[in-house]
């Protein structure tokens, strides 16, 4: 079956810090992968995406690319911001079903000025 | 801008009530989903909806029940609330196929005692 496996939290990052949070997944076939982000008190929003295998997604400064030999799509940033303090989802979306999405636990971020 | 309002922020409920959850979303969306959030859990897929009066089961339906009758409002229903029922709920919409987003709202966090 799909199911998606993200590094847990808390991490904790000083301002300009370089970022990574691992995402690794299982699935059948060609699945999309997402990053969500959830800032405090509201509800998710996409990040970034990629759709097929060594695309990269990228927004804000973050970005992430499809491996599917290592069956992953680890997040990275350059450089945090106390603004990035968040909580990031890894999902997962199916190659035949599109309405069912597989979301990683979360992995909280906290950004220290 | 796409816009997913949940009608409460916070309930609190008794164990055996029934509880209503509404969504609304405003961009005219085909699916429209029902997840809840657990910490360590990620989020978990209830029921979704791909069209009026269509319904499907998602991981977890046990307990819940939905309502679409019209395409803008998706309703979750708790037909006896108990108190592993307590959780955050968020609610999703997207735009038909070949749509990769779902737009989240800002989510419930229901208390059951």
């Known amino acids: 079956g799909n199911s998606v496996t993200q590094m847990e939290g808390p991490v904790t990052l000083s301002e300009e810090a370089f970022l990574t949070i691992n995402c690794t997944y299982t699935?059948?076939?060609?699945?999309?992968l997402f990053w969500y982000v959830q800032y405090p008190g509201e509800g998710l929003q996409l990040l970034l995406k990629?759709?097929?295998?060594?695309d990269k997604g990228s927004n804000k400064g973050f970005e992430a690319t499809y491996r599917k030999e290592t069956t992953s799509f680890h997040l990275e940033k350059g450089s945090v911001q106390v603004s990035d303090s968040a909580v990031y989802f890894c999902?997962?979306?199916?190659?035949?079903?599109?309405?069912?999405?597989?979301f990683g636990s979360g992995t909280k971020l906290n950004v220290k000025p | 801008d796409v816009k997913v309002t949940q009608s409460s922020r916070y309930l609190v409920k008794r164990t055996g009530e029934k509880v209503f959850l509404e969504c609304v979303q405003d961009?005219?969306?085909?699916?429209m989903f029902w997840y809840r959030q657990d910490p360590g859990l990620g989020l978990r897929l209830i029921y979704f909806s791909y069209d009026v009066k269509m319904k499907e089961k998602g991981d977890i339906p046990e307990g819940y029940s939905v309502s679409r009758e019209k395409k803008e409002r998706f309703s979750l229903i708790l037909e006896s609330a108990s108190t592993n029922q307590t959780s955050m709920y968020l609610c999703?919409?997207?735009?038909?196929?070949?749509?990769?987003?779902?737009?989240f709202g800002p989510g419930t966090r229901l208390t059951v005692t």
């Open positions: 999902a997962l979306r199916g190659q035949y079903n599109f309405n069912k999405f597989y």
């Open positions: 961009m005219d969306h085909e699916n």
């Open positions: 990629a759709t097929k295998a060594d």
């Open positions: 999703a919409s997207r735009a038909g196929l070949g749509s990769y987003e779902q737009y």
């Open positions: 699935a059948t076939g060609y699945p999309s």
